[in-house]
């Protein structure tokens, strides 16, 4: 059979938890790979700003990560992307660097050589999608390259591709979310009697959070996220920048703890929508919107801009987002066709998020 097998190579840039459990499920899932898909996927680079890793020829994944035991760098000097990119011969680009506070030049940069380079790119990397999906989406076609780029969102919970391939002919109208399991644990934890930075060091104690949780408890994760959807499915040609934020430090403990009097759940709501407004409650006001849309469609009128804020909500028990808290993120479609759509994960953690990678690069290699 392995005569049979056609040979995959990666090079990954950024080593660090999702590059890791990565690795692992493509070691895991080698047998699979080769039994159901025909497929050897093999390892011919890696990088990162402490260390690299270059085997022309290809390592197993789980030799790559025999290379770089946890905690360890990649035993090789570090070297320049584009260097490292040329000089491994890959077939696809596994993009997964720490994204970057704003604007996200680096990754993109490293997005466009690999274009350039022949190669097709997968990536966990938000911040290209959510700051320069146009161009990068105008190189890919000048370059006859593809990119997926699934668990940018919502870990490796099918988003994109629920859009893509399922919802036929569905355009997006908008969507309400909760995006960040962070500022979930927190509120929970603030309506159960913990202080703010009670709760806080209690996400950074477990992981939740990072030693800097600003870009979760400011709205930033959660802009990301928004202008990453809503520019792939929406063409809404926006950035974080423009999403309206608040921030988790300036809601009440009071308003919190009476939102639970009251049979509700407060949530930091991530809302994106075109034309029409926004309900009482934070989340869109998509009958208003659709119908918003359907005007200017028949009147002749292009859409209008899409708008998106993130805002604490405080939702009726029985809103599908109200029961999501810790690790759980779910997203609300709103659809033409199909109406709403509700998309929920109750894991969002690292081997979620290593998933979508992997399914990401299998959707590349089955439609090449």
């Not at 890959?90 to 997964?96: C, K, N, Q, R, T």
């Not at 988790?248 to 029409?276: C, F, H, M, N, Q």
């Not at 998509?286 to 899409?306: I, Q, T």
Request: aromatic content about 6%.
């Amino acid at each position: 059979m392995s005569a049979d097998l056609r040979t995959v190579k990666l090079c990954l840039l950024g080593f660090g938890a999702v590059a890791r459990g990565f690795c692992d499920l493509l070691e895991r899932q080698q047998d699979a790979l080769g039994r159901k898909h025909g497929l050897r996927v093999l390892i011919t680079g890696a990088g990162t700003r402490r260390g690299s890793l270059l085997a022309p020829e290809g390592v197993t994944a789980g030799a790559a990560l025999a290379a770089a035991p946890k905690g360890a760098p990649l035993p090789e000097p570090p070297r320049p992307p584009r260097d490292l990119l040329t000089a491994s011969g890959a077939d696809v680009l596994v993009e997964l660097t720490v994204m970057e506070e704003d604007y996200a030049p680096a990754a993109t940069g490293h997005i466009e050589t690999a274009f350039d380079l022949g190669m097709d790119v997968v990536t966990a990397n938000k911040g290209p999608i959510a700051w320069n999906w146009r161009r990068i989406a105008a190189k890919a076609a000048a370059t006859g390259r593809r990119i997926r780029f699934e668990s940018t969102v919502m870990d490796g919970l099918p988003v994109f591709s629920l859009l893509e391939f399922t919802l036929v002919d569905c355009r997006l109208l908008g969507f309400d979310a909760v995006f960040n399991s962070t500022t979930n644990f927190i509120i929970d934890a603030m309506a159960h009697g913990a202080p703010f930075d009670t709760a806080l060091k209690h996400t950074q104690d477990e992981g939740f959070a990072e030693a800097d949780p600003s870009h979760d408890i400011d709205g930033w994760d959660a802009a990301c996220k928004a202008a990453a959807l809503a520019n792939v499915a929406m063409d809404a040609g926006i950035t974080p920048a423009d999403v309206e934020k608040q921030s988790l430090r300036d809601v009440p403990l009071e308003r919190i703890r009476r939102a639970y009097a009251e049979g509700k759940r407060l949530r930091l709501v991530t809302s994106v929508w075109r034309d029409g407004g926004v309900d009482d409650d934070g989340t869109a006001d998509m009958d208003g919107g659709a119908d918003g849309a359907g005007r200017a469609a028949a009147s002749g009128r292009p859409p209008g801009p899409v708008r998106a804020r993130v805002r604490a909500a405080e939702l009726d028990i029985d809103h599908p987002l109200a029961p999501l808290g810790e690790e759980s993120l779910g997203v609300v479609l709103h659809t033409d066709l199909m109406g709403d759509v509700v998309v929920a994960e109750l894991g969002a953690l690292v081997p979620q998020t290593a998933y979508g990678v992997y399914a990401d690069l299998l959707h590349l290699c089955r439609t090449t």
